[in-house]
């Protein structure tokens, strides 16, 4: 089954059980600034799980478009390391606003999964909230699923949008992907690898917590749930990476062409077409690159891609001719990403352009810098260098130190920040225009933001 045909497989599924199909939202969320993205598919129905936003129906489904690069979910440091993350996916999702609860939640995901698609019920892990008792009987009475492959979580099975906002405990579903991928099942202690692995998460939305942490009762209990539609690719394509699947394709074989190197199976090339996809699609909504808030974490992907491509060897601008294969592969389901796709592919360029004046140098420093080395930890000064002369995100130099087993002083680096921002604060106390003084060839050097707490206060 073609990913194309699994999105719609589901929506009409659910359509079939009385659920109102709503397209896909911005990835800037309208109705909250203070979450960077739109990180889950319940994201624009925030509101009407609040009781504040009333809408004509009391079931939904959407396939939502998601970006997970900074935040309460932030996936940017997993890709090219693991099958299943990407910045941008798109999810999934069935939504109950007071109407049914967990009973029915159940039997649709269980239906869908085990009927629709067909997946073999041995292969299927569920997990619940350690104080889920209602969801424990529902799975084991009245679906019947095997007490080997099920489990009480804590942490991993209460969901949360953000440090604010509809809440409550959750029902997760792993699918084995069996004994030559390493990995153990959800709670053991080998969880983190790739063999088990989530395809669809089931929210019992109970609560709204407030910024004090409170925990208050929604006006009613309400279902979310976010399906990872390249994890369930994956399974019925019979691939076991997300990058394996038909949607990749085109785009790994782009960045293949476009940077000069072959073999799509290279972690840098699966980040590449992992980035395009959150880059295009930010910028498509609106957003640009910039030193702030959500317009830096644009900046900080579309560096990272670059500095990717820079490693295969691509010495000419190459991320922006990948915006023809986006489009080819993702322009007909989004007319918005088809629209914009001159655009996009100009400011990737401009973005291109600036940083390849530095980037070459800033990696000349930081190889001799790392050759250098005599512990493994590289110093918070030369981090800042990096960052303030080359413009070389904090995370992008992070990304290097990993690959190359290596890691790095952030508090180190947090102090340099902080002084250059007290030497301008007592510049700027005499009327001069420190910031000015640092301008690196047409672009001016950060002064600021790395950590995505001190930008716009975001979650
Ligand atoms: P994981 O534990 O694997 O990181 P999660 O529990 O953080 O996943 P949820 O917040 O429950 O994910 O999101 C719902 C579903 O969305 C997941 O079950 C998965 O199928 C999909 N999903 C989540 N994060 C990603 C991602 N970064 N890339 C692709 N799919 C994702
Ligand atoms: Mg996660
Ligand atoms: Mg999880
Ligand atoms: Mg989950």
Redesign the pocket.
Known sequence: MKSAEIRQAFLTFFEEQGHTIVPTSSLVPGNDPTLLFT???MVPFKDVFLGRDPRPYVRATSAQR?V?AGGK?N?LD??GY?A????????L?NFSFGDYFKRDAIRFAWVFLTETLGLPKDKLWVTVHISDDEAERIWKDEIGIDPERFSKLDE?NF?QMGDTGPCGP?S??FFDHGPEVWGGPPGSPEEDGDRY?????L?FMQFDRDAQGTLNPLPKPSID????????AAVMQGVHS?YEIDLFQNLLQAAAKATGHPDTATPSLRVIADHIRSCAFLIADGVLPSNEGRGYVLRRIIRRAIRHGHKLGAVEPFFHKLVEALDAEMGDAYPELREASDQIARVLLKEEEQFARTLDHGMGLLNAALAELDGKVLPGETVFKLYDTYGFPFDLTADVCRERGVSLDEDGFQQALEAQRERARAASQFGADYSASIELEGETAFTGYDRLEDQAKVT
């Open positions: 990180n889950a598919g998601c997970r979910h996936d997993n890709v693991t299943r993350h990407h910045t941008f996916f798109e999810m999702g991993d969901w959750s997760e579903i692995i989530e395809i669809w998460n929210v749930t976010g399906m990872g539609l390249e994890r369930v997300n």
